[in-house]
Every structure is written in structure tokens, then in C-alpha cells.
């Protein structure tokens, strides 16, 4: 089992988990506080929406087109639950799960006919976190430091629109490296277990990712759903820590 402890690879997918951390448990806190704990799984499906609808298009699936495509969708997700919210605010919740559904089953039927379509759908809810490289992680860096110079610098948390716009930015960057599934968890465990403490909360982060891929290469599991397990794991004893 050792021979799957690659540092090559295990390195930078870490890295890639580090940074997709980074704007995720303040961005997690958030949703929180807002009460709107399935928005990042409509707009990360909405991104993936984008996604597949450049590919069924002939798009490089690495192509600037893929990421115009997942970057427009998710601003367009997230400006309609925006309106939504403000329309009627009461069911915000409810329309935030509609539209998840909606765009996962928009896709699946944009893919009924690629035979390649399992692959695609899987690499959209799981990720490919273990094929990430140190170059891949330069677009997700500059993503990275935008939008936490314009959350804490500009103090966009405080608008409501800057917080959608933000929000769909840094998920549209780190669904194609982590997945929606990942996503949702590196948005919402974290958070959850520290109680508003962001260094808390990306220390179990970074701790549930760490141990996720080393499960993952050990015992040749999908890296994706390792994480979320060895992510939700570590935050259910660290909260039961700061409880106690």
C-alpha cells in the first residue's frame, strides 16, 4: 500500500484542497449565518450545468470556452436565486433545492446520449482531485486571492449581490478541481464544527483533507468521497472536543 504514497501527486492535490479551503470556510460561515445551506449545491450544479452544455457544444473540456461557460452559468445561478431571495425570501430555501435538481437533471439529459456520459457525471459530483498538477493550481490561486481581497478587503460579505457574485466565483473555480459533493462539504462541515472560528475551522479542513487522500491512495478509493468522509469524520471529533 505504500506505493500509492506519491508526493508528486498527493502533493498538490493537498494544495489544491488547501486553497479551495481557503475561501470556502469564510464563504461556509456565511451561508451559515444566512440560513441557505444548499445554495453552493445549486450554483456548483449550475456551474456543472455550464460545464456539460460546453462539451455537448465541442468544447475542450480545458478549453477557455468550459470556463466562460461554468463562470457565466454560475453568475447567471446566482443573480436568479439572488432575485429570488428578494422576491420571496420565505421559500428561498425551497427554490435553492429546485434549481439544483432542475440543473442536475438538465445535465444528465444533455449527456443521455454521450457514452462517455458516467464519466463525465461522476467527474462533475466527485472531482478529480488526484490528477490536479502544481500548474492547474494557478488559475484556482488567482481565484483564490480575488475573492479574498474583495471578501475582506472590499468588504463584499456585507452586500447581499457581492456575496452571490463572490460565492459563484469561487465555486465555478473549485467544482472542476473537487466536485460538487466536495464543495458542499469543504463549504458547510468545516464551518459547522468551528462555530465561527475560521482558523478552527480550516485547521479540520485541512486535517480531513490530509487524511482523505491518504486513505484514498493507501487503499485505492475514489479521492473525492475519501475527503468527504475523512472530512466529516474530523469535524464530528473535533466538535465533540470543543463541546467537551
Known sequence: MVE??????????????LLVLASHVPLGAEVLKRGIIFIDLAVAQIAGLGIVIAHVLGAHDHGWQVQAAAV??????????????????????????????VAACTAILLLAKDSHAGEHLRDLLVGQILWTTWSDLLPLAAVTAGVLAAWHGLRLKSSPLGFYLLFAVAITASVQVVGVYLVFA???????????????????????????????????????????????????????????
Open 4 to 17: 500509492g504514497l506519491q508526493a508528486d501527486i498527493l502533493l498538490p492535490a493537498f494544495a489544491a484542497g
Open 72 to 101: 457565466s452559468a454560475a453568475l447567471l445561478g446566482a443573480l436568479f436565486l439572488r432575485w429570488m431571495e428578494k422576491k420571496n425570501p420565505e421559500r428561498q430555501e425551497a427554490l435553492i433545492g429546485v434549481t439544483f435538481v
Open 186 to 244: 469543504s463549504l458547510i462541515v468545516p464551518a459547522l464544527a468551528a462555530g465561527g472560528r475560521l482558523g478552527f475551522g480550516l485547521a479540520i479542513g485541512a486535517v480531513g483533507y490530509a487524511l482523505g487522500l491518504l486513505a484514498s491512495a493507501l487503499f485505492d478509493l475514489p479521492s473525492g468521497a475519501a475527503i468527504v468522509i475523512a472530512l466529516t469524520l474530523t469535524a464530528i471529533l473535533a466538535a465533540r472536543g470543543r463541546v467537551l
